[in-house]
């Protein structure tokens, strides 16, 4: 069973415009959330992270919300570029150190010009 | 330009081969893991070594075999492998214990094994 579920399996979304990409989790003891992206041929690269004790981390273009409670997170792209056009993984963990991520399968995110 | 490099690019390989990946990371981290992504399925943790030691094996088939020298460089022995474990095979490091809590993950760009 899916601890960290995205849902979307792809989005479309016009340049300039904003991109909300979801994700669910299942464990309430993860505490530590993270966004990754993905090009082709590359490995994931790192975003932003959350951790459990706040509910909004910004960065730049980038903000991730965090609700608890709905055991629920989300990323805002804002504005959408066309080289934001990558596939995002959504990840957990839970203390540790965040040896144990789980990530979500992603979500294919398409910025049209 | 990633902190972490992993040798091979592309691998194929036959089922009766014996091969490594190799996996360096230069960011002064000192855990690394080992995830795969196979097509259509969430990016899965294979093995995790902090400081050297492994602290976590996922149930992986004793025909993959990690091998972590230094807390720099990390190997993944592949033997007698299926085509099943044809898949992209990720490298990974994060500043573990007795370093910083809630460290993210810095990954490499992976190795694309085919296995015929």
């Known amino acids: 069973d899916q601890q960290v579920k995205q849902n979307s399996p792809s989005l479309s979304v016009q340049e300039g415009r904003i991109s909300i990409l979801n994700c669910d989790y299942t464990?309430?003891?993860?505490?530590?959330f993270l966004w990754y992206k993905k090009y082709p041929a590359e490995g994931p690269t790192f975003l932003i992270s959350?951790?459990?004790?706040?509910d909004k981390n910004e960065d730049g273009r980038f903000t991730v919300f965090l609700n608890k409670s709905a055991k629920h997170l989300s990323l805002h792209i804002v504005p959408s570029q066309p080289g934001d056009s990558a596939v995002y993984f959504c990840?957990?963990?839970?203390?540790?150190?965040?040896?144990?991520?789980?990530f979500g399968p992603g979500t294919r995110l398409s910025v049209l010009p | 330009e990633t902190g972490v490099t992993q040798t091979p690019r592309h691998l194929v390989m036959g089922m009766t081969n014996k091969k490594s990946l190799k996996c360096e990371q230069h960011?002064?981290?000192?855990?690394m893991y080992w995830y795969k992504q196979s097509a259509k399925k969430p990016l899965e943790l294979m093995f995790v070594?902090?400081?050297?030691?492994?602290?976590e094996n996922n149930s992986v088939p004793s025909r993959f075999s990690p091998e972590c020298p230094n807390s720099s460089h990390l190997f993944l022995h592949l033997h007698t492998l299926q085509p099943e474990d044809s898949a992209l095979y990720l490298c990974?490091?994060?500043?573990?214990?007795?370093?910083?809590?809630?460290?993210?993950?810095?990954f490499g760009n992976g190795t694309r094994l085919t296995v015929t």
């Open positions: 990974a490091s994060s500043q573990g214990p007795p370093g910083h809590l809630n460290s993210p993950l810095h």
């Open positions: 464990n309430s003891m993860f505490d530590y």
């Open positions: 959350i951790s459990s004790i706040k």
């Open positions: 990840a957990a963990s839970a203390g540790n150190y965040g040896q144990n991520f789980v």
């Open positions: 960011l002064g981290h000192n855990a």
């Open positions: 070594y902090s400081l050297e030691e492994r602290v």
